[in-house]
């Protein structure tokens, strides 16, 4: 093993610019495959001496040129750093000793090889081919070492992070084709494979070529392999993957194809969408689970107010939304206090949806009576029911519910109705009654100071005539009808069936011994 002490000036400027770019890390995208620290997978955390501790960002010479680190873009020739020059014979695979950490290589560097952990070898300029020439170290002594570049060659990736390498040199590519063979650039939607950056074929692998690939429009050249791309162990161990697809009429499903030890599968392993169905599954790969008016929902009614009851349709849905219920009959769905069985109240509102508004034997209900004819007055039986209920009223009593006219206190009239519903019909003296006098003898004429307002002739107030002055003789009597004093009949003609005898008038009698 061979040492190298360097102390010059440009040799602390390597170092500085070194270090700084190890340091950088903002806008890095983490690639999703890095594994644990100490894994041997890319990724490891530094300082645990795993893979990743030690590998170099993409840097420049110390113009400010853009090079490779490891070729003759970089440095000058001579100079004693990286980049002097890439050997003729440097065409054989390294075969460096397996390693688990710094302390089991004598350069005390472990770093990650092409298939897991190796012990790092000290170098000036030369590497084996597709290694590089890296700084690792700058106290007590400046010190290079031989690095893998490659970590994530030929994996298979779906965007360019997934391809990057923490600390690694130079950039790599996710770019696609047929199993990330030379000549191919874009995969579409079967993902690609990894690709790093390569100054000429000496810098890749072996069965790798240095190939102009277009990348995002712009032209690289990247190490692409010569065959298929195969899964490495260190791909198999972390899992590496890259997306695909299977698409139908019904929509498109996604999986992916993972490395494994028989290496890359060749189908996808998405499943094929299908119709919605409610079995918590996503069948037609649309991002959701038993959507609506999946195969076997059900019909939920929207409950806004969280009654527990609904009355426009909300969907059909395998399961409750979360704003829906299977109870219908809900009148008033932004009210949570109206709904089929809340309590009926005497408040103006349809409480128990069922269509009326304070019915009878509601909360607060009074006694009352129904009044149909509106005269004030109820009939029948009481019922209990809210107290500016139409059509109801607080008095009883109605003889004759469908007549405005005939109620407790009215008027009673000769119409044979019993208009004050007093249990009498044309009692007393109606307003429209006929005086009727004392006819004892029967002889149609009766005493003119004694006769009753009546409706119809009751003996023995008999006589529509008055002026009989001997009512003990039927042949005497009154020559015309005549009222007693006092008494009228309203303009009105006499009674129907009542009928007058011409009887000699008392004045044209002769005398007799019971005249007066």
Same mark, same amino acid.
């Given at each position: %093993? ?10 602390? %400027? ?20 890095? $594994?644990?620290?100490?894994? $041997? ?33 970089? $440095? ?6 990286? $980049? ?186 998405? %499943? ?87 019915? *009878? ?25 809210? *107290? ?129």
């Amino acid at each position: %093993m061979r040492e190298y002490r360097l102390t010059t000036v440009v040799a602390e %400027m390597v170092v500085g610019t070194a270090l700084a770019l190890l340091g950088c890390g903002g806008g890095v995208t983490t690639p999703k495959d890095t $594994g644990t620290a100490g894994d $041997g997978l890319p990724g490891d955390v530094g300082g645990d001496g795993g893979v990743g501790d030690i590998l170099l960002a993409e840097a420049g010479d110390l113009a400010g040129n853009e090079c490779l680190p490891g070729t003759d873009a970089c $440095g000058a020739g001579g100079d004693g750093l990286p $980049g002097d020059g890439l050997p003729g014979d440097w065409t054989g695979d390294a075969t460096y000793e397996p390693c688990l950490g710094n302390t089991d290589c004598e350069s005390g560097y472990c770093v990650a090889g092409p298939d897991g952990k190796v012990c790092a070898e000290p170098c000036v300029e030369e590497c084996p081919k597709g290694w590089l020439c890296t700084q690792v170290q700058s106290q007590p002594d400046v010190l290079f070492v031989c690095t893998w570049p490659h970590q994530r060659l030929c994996w298979p990736c779906d965007a360019n992070g997934d391809c990057l390498v923490p600390g690694g040199a130079g950039e790599n590519f996710c770019v696609g084709g047929d199993e990330g063979t030379q000549g191919d650039e874009d995969g579409g939607d079967e993902g690609g494979f990894c690709a790093t950056q390569c100054e000429g074929d000496a810098t890749c692998p072996e069965g790798y070529v240095c190939q102009g690939t277009n990348v995002e429009g712009t032209t690289k050249n990247l190490c692409r392999a010569q065959a298929a791309c195969e899964c490495t162990e260190a791909a198999v161990s972390a899992g590496a993957w890259s997306s695909c697809s299977v698409t139908n009429e019904i929509g498109v499903c996604t999986g992916k194809r993972q490395c494994v030890e028989a290496g890359l599968p060749p189908a996808c392993d998405a %499943m094929e969408a299908t119709a919605e169905t409610c079995n918590n599954l996503d069948d037609d790969c649309d991002g959701e689970v038993d959507d609506e008016g999946a195969d076997g929902c059900i019909e939920y009614l929207a409950d806004g107010d969280k009654d527990g009851f609904g009355g426009k349709v909300l969907g059909c849905y395998c399961a409750d939304p979360g704003q829906g219920t299977l109870v219908f009959g809900d009148c008033d769905d932004d009210n949570p206090a109206l709904h089929p069985k809340a309590e009926e109240l005497c408040n103006g509102a349809d409480d128990d949806c069922d269509g009326e508004t304070d019915e *009878a034997g509601a909360t607060g209900c009074v006694n009352l009576y129904l009044d149909p004819d509106a005269d004030g007055f109820g009939a029948g039986f009481a019922d209990c029911v809210c *107290a500016d209920t139409a059509g109801y009223v607080a008095e009883p009593g109605d003889c004759g519910p469908d007549d405005p006219n005939v109620y407790p206190g009215a008027q009673e009239l000769c119409n044979d109705l019993d208009d004050d519903c007093n249990n009498e019909t044309d009692e007393g003296s109606p307003a429209d009654c006929t005086p009727f006098y004392l006819d004892e003898d029967s002889d149609g004429s009766g005493v003119e100071s004694k006769f009753q307002c009546l409706c119809k002739p009751t003996p023995p107030y008999s006589a529509a005539l008055a002026g009989d002055c001997n009512d003990q003789d039927a042949t005497v009597g009154a020559a015309s009808p005549r009222l007693p004093r006092g008494a009228t009949t309203g303009g009105s003609p006499l009674r129907a069936g009542v009928s007058l005898r011409r009887l000699p008038p008392c004045d044209t009698l002769p005398s007799s011994p019971d005249r007066q």
